[in-house]
């Protein structure tokens, strides 16, 4: 195990993707689950705060410590077992998202969730609930854990399996490899009706164990192995990203795409199913012309879409996507289509070089672009995007929108060139939060809450939900020394 325990040494451990810097008194690296408990043990018999480091990719700061010990999982990243009959993976936490499906895929089998950012560790996934692009027709990672071996703060573990443990009346009861039981009231909050959210710990009338620490943000245990579920590889895909003149071609579009999918899913027509809907606005256009300068000049707007297909299905499902398109009036001679690997590699970089490129401009301005992660119910989205492109013509704020929007779930990046902009850019997002929130939405459908959005959480659950949250993380972690200042202010927990 390796300990840093000088500044100089550590530094790049104190902030992550958010560009928030905290501080630390020590850096522990372990490199087995018996080096993990030892620290954390000792942590919390001195009430030290620690702080679980994945790739610290997040957007958040929930790997941002604020003294006290960081725990980095970088050296548990081995792929332990994989059942290719079964189809399913054994992982240490800290294996590298896209590490993990390069192996799968080599092999025929699919890890579906699908982050932007795939440098990121198996582990940090799960403590968020990661989900991404293909999350319209795969969903997040929770569906795909099946087994959890969790470090608690008093260095007991839990070994827990899907299907095997269940809350009964809002209680649920857990026997640590110590042999205490923990008996844990949940929430009494009810989700948001959204396809994603990352907004608090998980509540339903009938909980699984393992769900209870996904998404919970490192502030429940340390999740130290996990068993992931696999599927079968698709055949092929068929892919495209088309543009639109009007606007309101393109959400007509998007709506009978996502339709015709949840038919198609269901069992009711033999038809298109889309596996990803991201949507890009006149302004994410003009960002991404800088490097893809045949981004035809005229469109206001674009879909990207995916498809899988097989060798049997592949020319009916086209000439269906082309048939929904030419319906819409989509800009068909300026679009891009493919059904091989290689152009949808490029075309899955245009949407990642998007982040890039926003990120490229802001820093010129020594500014932080402040960026939405709202979604809500499918029947409101069309008021929340108004509402978003009312208040940011008002603001006058440059910006880009782009995202999930086949999850009714957009990014909207505000990017202030100066101070007083970046206070403007804070009281809109502000004013995006209370509308998703008064539409029925969740402020965070993927990126986690962190210490970034923590005071935006208490606007969407009220201070009575957020004290039965703490008080669900203190039957878990008594002491509070795991993620302080995660999902809630501090001030709660003391």
């Not at 827990?160 to 844990?184: D, M, P, Y």
């Not at 590889?233 to 996502?258: Q, W, Y």
């Not at 603001?395 to 060139?417: A, E, Q, T, W």
């Not at 965070?444 to 039965?468: D, F, T, V, W």
């Amino acid at each position: 195990m390796q300990v840093k325990t000088y500044k100089d040494e550590f530094e790049s451990y104190l902030k992550d993707a958010s560009n928030l810097v905290g501080y630390a008194d020590r850096v522990f690296i372990p490199e087995t689950t018996d080096e993990i408990i030892e620290i954390i043990s000792k942590a919390n018999a001195d009430r030290i705060p620690v702080t679980i480091a994945g790739a610290r990719t997040g957007t958040v700061g929930g790997a941002v410590p604020f003294g006290g010990y960081v725990i980095s999982l970088e050296r548990l990243n081995k792929l332990l077992e994989l059942d290719r009959k079964n189809k399913k993976a054994t992982v240490q936490s800290g294996l590298i998202l896209k590490d993990f499906q390069r192996i799968v895929e080599s092999e025929g089998l699919f890890y579906p969730p699908d982050p932007t950012e795939w440098s990121c560790q198996i582990g940090g996934n799960i403590a968020t609930n990661a989900s991404g692009a293909r999350s319209f027709k795969y969903g997040a990672t929770r569906p795909y854990v099946q087994r959890l071996k969790i470090v608690l703060a008093d260095g007991s573990i839990l070994d827990i399996e899907r299907g095997k443990i269940f809350s009964q009346n809002g209680i649920i009861e857990l026997e640590t490899s110590k042999g205490n039981v923990i008996r844990a009231k949940l929430p009494t909050y009810r989700q948001p009706m959204v396809r994603k959210n990352t907004s608090g710990y998980f509540t339903a009338d009938k909980v699984d164990a393992v769900d209870i620490f996904i998404g919970s943000e490192g502030t429940l245990g340390l999740v130290v192995e996990a068993e992931l579920k696999l599927i079968d590889k698709p055949e092929a895909f068929f892919s495209g990203i088309v543009f639109f003149k009007e606007e309101t071609d393109l959400l007509a579009c998007v709506n009978e795409a996502r339709n015709l999918s949840f038919a198609s899913r269901s069992g009711e027509i033999d038809s298109i199913d889309a596996t990803l809907l991201e949507y890009f606005d006149r302004q994410a256009l003009r960002f991404i012309a800088k490097k893809f300068p045949e981004v035809p000049g005229k469109a206001c707007s674009a879909l990207f879409f995916e498809q899988e297909t097989t060798e049997k299905s592949e020319d009916k499902l086209l000439q269906m996507w082309l048939e929904l398109f030419e319906k819409h009036n989509a800009l068909l001679e300026d679009s891009w289509f493919t059904t091989n690997e290689q152009d949808r590699d490029r075309m899955r970089h245009f949407r990642h070089a998007l982040p890039v490129a926003v990120n490229e401009t802001i820093a010129r301005y020594n500014q932080r672009k402040v960026g939405t992660d709202m979604a809500v119910p499918d029947e409101n989205f069309a008021c929340l995007l108004r509402f978003y492109k009312l208040k940011l013509e008002e603001s006058r704020l440059d910006y880009v929108i782009f995202g999930h929007i086949g999850d009714n779930h957009l990014h909207v990046n505000l990017l202030p060139k100066t101070e007083e902009e970046a206070v403007k850019a804070r009281h809109v997002y502000g004013r995006f939060v209370a509308q998703a929130i008064m539409l029925g939405g969740t402020i965070s459908a993927e990126h986690g809450i962190g210490k970034h959005k923590r005071k935006y959480l208490y606007m969407q659950m009220g201070e009575r939900y957020i004290n039965e949250m703490v008080a669900f993380k203190k039957t878990f972690d008594p002491n509070a020394i795991l993620g302080r200042g995660n999902l809630f202010d501090t001030k709660f927990l003391d």
